[in-house]
């Protein structure tokens, strides 16, 4: 998910690159419409999405996504922006087709802004606390389906530390925010193995 | 055989400028064409738009005898060299040249020999590891040329390469090109506004300005018989002298008057300016025809003052008014030291034959 910025990105670059801004809007605004979000919500809350335990948690994830959608766009496109066009039209004349352009030239100048949006998402899915106590107290707290285990919605990452701590479980909400600590550390040092561009 | 033929080309840009016009050019097979004219002219454009990176609004153009209007940039088999090089930054020496063939295909052992290949011919053996960050301006724009070079294309193309680059490292490159095309023999079309690199390079050259040819020719013809007054003062440095003056023939003599002048012309030239007797012309007269001396008794010279004299060691130029008509100072060039003092009239001795005519508005030559 937390690639999604970068695919958005793509699909819209190349044709609409000076109105990267409104086709985020727009994008946003019909997908939110299509699964119900644009103003009438009677499909979204306790009976709808939100309140079915196989499509609670995408839909949080969706809205994490839509959330970090422009910021993520805003930074790849100045990063893809920064490229001169005449390297591109030198991979032109050297027989670059456009897969050739996004593979061997794109991606490599972009690396670090991957390498950013990949620790910061991750990072942020792991606190997530925000959207999920907006999205999921108003139905009761109902279930969510991962891994084949049903919980509360609410046992997820950042809502559950929360959880523990509204619950008076300090030392263990401590505890908690030591693994995650760990967890955001290692996936971050992975992440960085991973994207280092070669120097 | 791989000439690059323009019939008919017309660029227009969507804005709806016409930037190239009518433009009709035979680029020969092996030749080292130079497309020179001041910033602005649409040289760029031609040339972008024989690597297909600029489409072309009207006309056809031909790569070795295949239409190639339609053809994309890659299926072209040109190669370019981009004015700010345009090198894969994140890629080292050795993979920007290595792109192109590993695209096509190319096996490893192939690649690595046409690498080191031009690395060799290029001297950058030592530097085939290093990012373009680098590298010293001289060296990546010889990595641009190495990633030319490997593919062995048809026509090579290069965009004003010279102009990021110092004045010595100028010079130095200049010489590197014009060998390079000794060894390769690739048809090179080159782009450039400045008129010495297309003095010394070219086999041949055309002059552009506003999107239209003003003259095609080789570095000689240029020089000596510009077919107008624009080019006449773009080609040659310090560029040529010009001045507004009449024809005028009494018994017999054709001379050369301006408000405060009379130069008397004499063989050829007169020859061919006696039938426009009366009329306003554009006179022109390269730095180096013109001899200051301290004393001169022949006709076809003026007595002026020097003003300002710049010594270079091999040459000095003297400044002088020809007259108040003249939009500029005129210069004359002169080997060596110079007999004249400054503040002193001189006698300016004109080598009458080979001063330029042409029409007052310098649209023609007449002689
Ligand atoms: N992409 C473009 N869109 C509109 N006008 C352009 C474009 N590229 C160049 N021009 C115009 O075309 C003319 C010729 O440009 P160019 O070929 O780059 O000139 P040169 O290389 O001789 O300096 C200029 O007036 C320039 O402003
Ligand atoms: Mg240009």
Redesign the pocket.
């Known amino acids: 998910m937390v690639y999604m910025p970068d695919i958005l990105l793509r699909l819209f670059n190349d044709s609409y690159r000076d109105h990267a801004f409104l086709a985020s809007r727009h994008f946003s605004k019909q997908l939110l419409k299509k699964i119900g979000l644009g103003g009438e919500s009677g499909i979204v809350f306790k009976d709808g999405i939100l309140g079915n335990p196989y499509l609670c948690l995408p839909a949080i994830a969706l809205a994490m996504v839509l959330k970090g959608a422009g910021f993520g766009m805003i930074l790849f496109i100045t990063a893809i922006q920064n490229i001169p066009t005449s390297v591109y039209e030198a991979a032109d004349i050297d027989g670059a087709n456009w897969w050739h352009k996004l593979r061997y030239i794109t991606i490599p100048l972009v690396k670090p802004i991957i390498l950013f949006m990949v620790i910061t998402g991750t990072i942020a899915c792991l606190t997530a606390f925000t959207e999920i106590y907006a999205m999921t107290t108003n139905t009761g707290g109902s279930t969510v389906q991962v891994l084949g285990h049903t919980l509360k919605s609410a046992n997820l990452a950042g809502y559950h530390l929360y959880w523990n701590f509204s619950e008076g479980y300090y030392g263990k909400a401590a505890a908690f925010s030591f693994v995650l600590l760990g967890i955001a550390l290692l996936i971050s040092l992975i992440n960085m193995k991973l994207l280092k561009s070669d120097k | 055989m791989a000439g690059v033929i323009f019939k008919k080309v017309s660029k227009i840009?969507?804005?709806k400028?016409m930037?190239i016009q009518d433009f009709n050019l035979e680029i020969r097979d092996k030749e080292f064409l130079i497309l020179v004219?001041p910033?602005?002219?649409?040289?760029?454009?031609t040339l972008r738009m024989i690597a297909g990176l600029e489409k072309i609004s009207s006309g056809d153009l031909f790569i070795d005898g295949t239409k190639i209007n339609d053809v994309a940039p890659k299926d072209r088999d040109i190669a370019m060299v981009f004015q700010n090089y345009a090198l894969y930054p994140h890629m080292s020496v050795k993979e920007n040249m290595a792109f192109s063939l590993k695209l096509r295909g190319v096996g490893r052992e192939e690649i690595e020999k046409k690498v080191l290949q031009a690395s060799e011919i290029l001297g950058l053996n030592a530097l085939l590891e290093r990012k373009p960050k680098q590298l010293s301006g001289g060296q990546r724009q010889r990595v641009a040329m190495g990633r030319a070079i490997v593919r062995s294309p048809k026509v090579f193309l290069f965009d004003e390469p010279l102009s990021n680059l110092d004045a010595k490292l100028r010079v130095q490159m200049r010489v590197e090109i014009a060998k390079l095309h000794k060894l390769l023999g690739t048809t090179i079309v080159y782009?450039t506004h400045d008129q010495v690199e297309a003095m010394t390079l070219a086999d041949r050259i055309v002059v552009m300005k506003d999107g239209f040819i003003q003259q095609i020719g080789s570095p000689l013809e240029l020089y000596e018989k510009p077919l107008n007054a624009f080019v006449g003062a773009f080609i040659g440095s310090p560029s040529m002298n010009q001045i507004p003056a009449k024809i005028v023939v009494a018994q017999g003599q054709v001379s050369l008057q301006g408000e405060d002048f009379v130069i008397a012309l004499s063989g050829e030239k007169a020859k061919a300016l006696e039938n426009h007797a009366g009329e306003e012309v554009l006179a022109g007269v390269r730095p180096q025809n013109i001899h200051p001396k301290k004393a001169d008794k022949n006709k076809t010279s003026v007595l002026r003052e020097v003003e300002v004299i710049e010594p270079m060691g091999t040459e000095s130029y003297i400044y002088f008014t020809m007259s108040k008509n003249a939009d500029r100072t005129w210069v004359a060039r002169c080997d060596g030291m110079t007999e004249v003092q400054e503040g002193e009239k001189a006698a300016m001795v004109f080598d009458i034959d080979k001063v330029h005519i042409f029409s007052k508005d310098g649209s023609k030559r007449l002689a």
């Open positions: 840009y969507e804005n400028t930037v004219g910033s602005g002219c649409g040289k760029s454009t782009v």
